[in-house]
């Protein structure tokens, strides 16, 4: 079965940008669409936003102006880049596998906290 | 935007009572294909989350039988017919018949 990995820097500098990869095992990253979800410490569940592995992505409004989701299929992955991050954008970032009108799978999720 | 309101946010239950978690959409999730696209959620302690039901009512493979979903347009159920120490968690619906797709707010069980 498909696996997921998030890596990347676990704090980031307000202002600065955010960068997120996330690697997948166990199937290929082509014909699928792959996301990001974060969940603030102690909150609940948001999306980002997901890219199909053509490249085609759609983001939440609320981020639309600061998020760029990416893929790679020779690497078979994919990334998020948040721009000008505040302590609002601390989180325990999520990367998925889609499916129609639902998430497969999960990854382990990683925690990025924004802080000087 | 579609809004989930999940209820109760807390869920008290003694082991081998039942349990009901409810979830209301602020619009209809019957797609254009006739589906209806409401999925749910476990999050056990320190886990990520993992999908127990998707379409209203298909159970992943793996997911016990003692958990079923119900429900149509605006208005959907879990149910867990006899809760284990094991279903201890956060329970998320998530609609996916609109973009963006929306979580309810989560709702914890937890055992008395």
């Known amino acids: 079965q498909v696996q997921l990995q998030e890596s990347g820097p676990k704090l980031v500098k307000p202002s600065e940008t955010l960068s997120l990869t996330c690697t997948v095992s166990?199937?290929?990253?082509?014909?699928?669409?792959w996301g990001w979800v974060r969940q603030p410490p102690g909150k609940g569940l948001e999306w980002v936003g997901y890219?199909?592995?053509?490249?085609?992505?759609n983001y939440i409004p609320s981020l639309e102006s600061r998020v760029t989701i990416s893929v790679h299929t020779s690497k078979n992955q994919f990334f998020l880049i948040l721009s000008s991050v505040t302590a609002a954008d601390t989180a325990l970032y999520y990367c998925?596998?889609?499916?129609?009108?639902?998430?497969?799978?999960w990854g382990q999720g990683t925690l990025v906290t924004v802080s000087s | 935007d579609v809004v989930m309101t999940q209820s109760p946010l807390s869920l008290p239950v003694t082991l081998g009572q039942p349990a009901s978690i409810f979830c209301r959409s602020s619009?209809?999730?019957?797609?254009?294909?006739?589906?209806?696209?409401l999925n749910w959620f476990q999050q056990r302690p320190g886990q990520s989350p993992r999908r127990l039901i998707y379409?209203?009512?298909n159970r992943d493979s793996g997911v016990p039988d003692r958990f079923s979903g119900s429900g149509s347009g605006t208005y959907f159920t879990l149910k867990i017919s006899r809760v284990e120490a094991e279903d201890v968690g956060v329970y998320y619906c998530?609609?996916?018949?609109?973009?963006?797709?929306?979580f309810g707010q989560g709702t914890k069980l937890e055992i008395k």
């Open positions: 166990g199937g290929s990253i082509s014909g699928y669409y």
């Open positions: 619009q209809s999730l019957v797609y254009d294909d006739g589906n209806t696209y």
């Open positions: 998530l609609q996916g018949t609109h973009w963006p797709g929306s």
């Open positions: 379409k209203v009512s």
């Open positions: 890219v199909y592995y053509t490249g085609d992505t």
């Open positions: 998925v596998k889609l499916g129609t009108g639902t998430i497969d799978f």
